[in-house]
Structure formats: structure tokens, C-alpha cells
């Protein structure tokens, strides 16, 4: 089988050939139809994330890894402890997959596993820029019902990601009150979710007047260029006073600095952090208690949320996005598409 591997931060991905792999026990084995390519990808690219002051933190780069975790792709084969699933029908791999043995994963929260011992596929573990990917479990593959093959992948990340961050704020947010920063793949799906899974229209927030104008079709209750001096009283306006939660999506420095203004004076508001732009940022601590504030990190999500957003997948509750199709050859190219910028929305790779 053919896989696109990291043989050495920032290089190139190479193209090898090598033997696919047969599974034994629990395992099994699905020929990818589509991996979505997300901003983590990125970062698992270049070896580290930004810790601000010229400070890197390094990834947890595995030898010749093959990267990819939004996979979908047809079961082939299984091992003979295997029983639940059906070889030749599509599946949705969830990618966050632990140990098994420690307290998180004991605890449900399997994809808070240590770094260490995690077996995250595409991350920790070989993943779906390949012919094919070899899963610990069958646990670990979820039906798609209807999905179009090249969206499928992306909830296993991106669309777990923004469920479990929405999820977070108190979904009885009304539209005005509740922000997303980002118009990228992630904020549209979030858009997507929240809008068809909650019945809430998030107002947006990007520097891309293109990605403003996508997330203003796609639903968005009012959308806000960063770069306008007057960003915070615009939002201020549309929101009676300032918003009740923002989820960041980005994850710098700035957006950190203006998330925090939108506020106003309300109190007991939410800032939800998922994006890994990096950097770091100062708080002006007698004010995360005159105004009960609290800033929480959301790293993707767990195995029940993920049988809970494939429930509404599954029954056509969230309404697919468009996804930009390429061949698995063009994998260097795509990610630098998307480092720079230069991808509208959500992208596959297609073997």
C-alpha cells in the first residue's frame, strides 16, 4: 500500500510503498475513501506549536508517522475478535484513541490521554494519508448515514471539535449573544452545527472579507471584520451590551485580546479555546473575578459526544458543507495551501 509519511519536520511528506497491514483480535482494517486535511495537521507538520517568545513547544513527532485523522473509508477486514461492524460498508474513523488503561481513559475521556501513551491515529500513530489505516477497535467506527464521502472524515475532528465547543458555552445562548472567531473549515462547521444541532446563528469574526461573506451565506446572524478599529463597538451594538460566550478558534494572541473586550460588562461569560495558533497572553486578573469570567480549553472530544453528533449526522440534522476534493499526491501542496491561507472552507485528500 502506498502512505505519505513525515520523515522530518517541515520536509516534505514522502510517498512509500509498503506492506498493508493485516488485523488480528479487536482490530480492523479500512481502505481510506477521504482524509480531511485540518490546521493540526500543521502543527504536526512543523514539529511544534507557539508558546509566545520565541518559545516552541514540540509536537510529539512520531519516526516516519503518516499523518491524517479525519478518515472515512470502507471496512475490508477484521480481526477474529471483531463481530459489530460489516466488511464493505463505509465507516467514520474516531481518531482520539488512548491506552485504555489509564484514569482518563477508564473515565470516558479517552481522548485526554497522555501524550505519552496516547494511540491517536494520524498524530501518535499511522494514520489516513494512505490506501489504508489500521484501528485499534471496531468501537472506534461510526456510521455516516448519507454524508457525501469527502465531508464524512471531517467530523471525527473538526466537527467533534466544534460540537464539543458549543456544547461548552450552554447551548441556550440566544444568536446575538454568542461569537465564533474564525471563518475557516472549523468555524464554518461550528456555524453548521450550531445553527442546524442548537437553532443558534453565532455572529462571526475573521480578518478574510471572502471567509465573512461564505459564513454570512452559510447563516452567521451578523458577521465583523478584526481589522475594523471599531470591531468591539460594532459587536457591542448588534449585542446589546457584548456577547455571553466566545469560542476562538484561532487561538493568537490578538484574538485572545479582542475576544476578551467583547464582553462588555456582562458577567458570568465563557471564552472557549480551541485553536493552536499559539502565543501567549496577560490577563488582567481582578477581572476574571468582578466579572466571574471563565477561559476553557476544548481539545476535540469525547467518544459519547462522538456518538451523539453522528446521531444528528446520521438523521440529517446538520446540513453538509462544501468540500474542496484533492488527489492524496497533492498532500504537500494542500498543506501549504492551508498554512498560508489559500483554502476556502474544508479540504480532503482522496487516494
Given at each position: 500500500m502506498k502512505s505519505y509519511k513525515i520523515t522530518e519536520s517541515e520536509k516534505p511528506l514522502v510517498e512509500i510503498n509498503h506492506e498493508t497491514p493485516i488485523p488480528v483480535g479487536k482490530q480492523v482494517l479500512v481502505k481510506t475513501i477521504a482524509c480531511g486535511v485540518c490546521h493540526s495537521d500543521i502543527h504536526i507538520h512543523d514539529g511544534f506549536f507557539d508558546?509566545?517568545?520565541?518559545?516552541?513547544?514540540?509536537?510529539?513527532?512520531?519516526?516516519?508517522?503518516?499523518?491524517?485523522?479525519e478518515v472515512?473509508?470502507?471496512?475490508?477486514?477484521?480481526?477474529?475478535?471483531?463481530?459489530?461492524?460489516?466488511?464493505?460498508?463505509?465507516?467514520?474513523?474516531?481518531?482520539?484513541?488512548?491506552?485504555?488503561?489509564?484514569?482518563q481513559c477508564n473515565n470516558g475521556m479517552e481522548h485526554?490521554?497522555?501524550?505519552?501513551?496516547?494511540?491517536?491515529?494520524?498524530?501518535?500513530?499511522?494514520?489516513?494519508?494512505?490506501?489504508?489505516?489500521?484501528?485499534?477497535?471496531?468501537?472506534?467506527?461510526?456510521?455516516?448515514?448519507?454524508?457525501?464521502?469527502?465531508?464524512?472524515?471531517?467530523?471525527?475532528?473538526?466537527?467533534?471539535?466544534?460540537?464539543?465547543?458549543?456544547?461548552?458555552?450552554?447551548?441556550?445562548?440566544?444568536?446575538?449573544?454568542?461569537?465564533?472567531?474564525?471563518?475557516?473549515?472549523?468555524?464554518?462547521?461550528?456555524?453548521?452545527?450550531?445553527?442546524s444541532a442548537f437553532n443558534i446563528q453565532p455572529l462571526v469574526i475573521d480578518i478574510d472579507e471572502q471567509k465573512l461573506n461564505l459564513a454570512k451565506e452559510l447563516g452567521a446572524s451578523a458577521v465583523f471584520n478584526a481589522t475594523h478599529t471599531n470591531v468591539v463597538e460594532e459587536v457591542s451594538e448588534f449585542s446589546n451590551g457584548g456577547v455571553h460566550a466566545v469560542i476562538d478558534f484561532v487561538g493568537s494572541e490578538q484574538t485572545l485580546e479582542l475576544g476578551n473586550k467583547l464582553f462588555g460588562l456582562n458577567k458570568g461569560c465563557k471564552y472557549i479555546l480551541v485553536g493552536l495558533f499559539g502565543g501567549k497572553y496577560s490577563l488582567t486578573l481582578?477581572?476574571?473575578?468582578?466579572?466571574?469570567?471563565?477561559?476553557?480549553?476544548?481539545?476535540?472530544?469525547?467518544?459519547a459526544e462522538m456518538h451523539e453528533l453522528m446521531e444528528l449526522v446520521r438523521a440529517n440534522k446538520i446540513?453538509?458543507?462544501?468540500?474542496?476534493?484533492r488527489d492524496l499526491s497533492e498532500v504537500n501542496k494542500t498543506l501549504a495551501?492551508?498554512?498560508?491561507?489559500?483554502?476556502?472552507?474544508?479540504?480532503?485528500?482522496k487516494p
Open positions: 508558546g509566545g517568545d520565541g518559545n516552541k513547544i514540540p509536537s510529539r513527532l512520531q519516526d516516519n508517522l503518516t499523518m491524517g485523522h472515512y473509508g470502507e471496512l475490508v477486514s477484521v480481526g477474529e475478535e471483531v463481530s459489530n461492524v460489516e466488511i464493505g460498508k463505509k465507516y467514520v474513523i474516531y481518531p482520539w484513541i488512548g491506552c485504555g488503561e489509564c484514569d485526554y490521554c497522555s501524550p505519552f501513551t496516547a494511540q491517536n491515529l494520524g498524530v501518535n500513530v499511522d494514520g489516513g494519508y494512505s490506501d489504508y489505516v489500521l484501528v485499534k477497535d471496531e468501537k472506534y467506527l461510526f456510521d455516516a448515514g448519507d454524508t457525501p464521502d469527502n465531508l464524512a472524515g471531517s467530523y471525527a475532528c473538526r466537527g467533534l471539535t466544534a460540537y464539543s465547543a458549543l456544547k461548552k458555552t450552554n447551548q441556550n445562548n440566544t444568536s446575538n449573544k454568542l461569537a465564533i472567531i474564525g471563518a475557516g473549515g472549523l468555524g464554518v462547521l461550528a456555524l453548521k452545527i450550531a445553527k481582578p477581572m476574571m473575578t468582578f466579572g466571574a469570567r471563565t477561559i476553557e480549553g476544548s481539545y476535540v472530544g469525547s467518544l446540513e453538509p458543507v462544501k468540500v474542496n476534493e495551501d492551508l498554512k498560508n491561507g489559500n483554502i476556502e472552507g474544508l479540504v480532503c485528500l
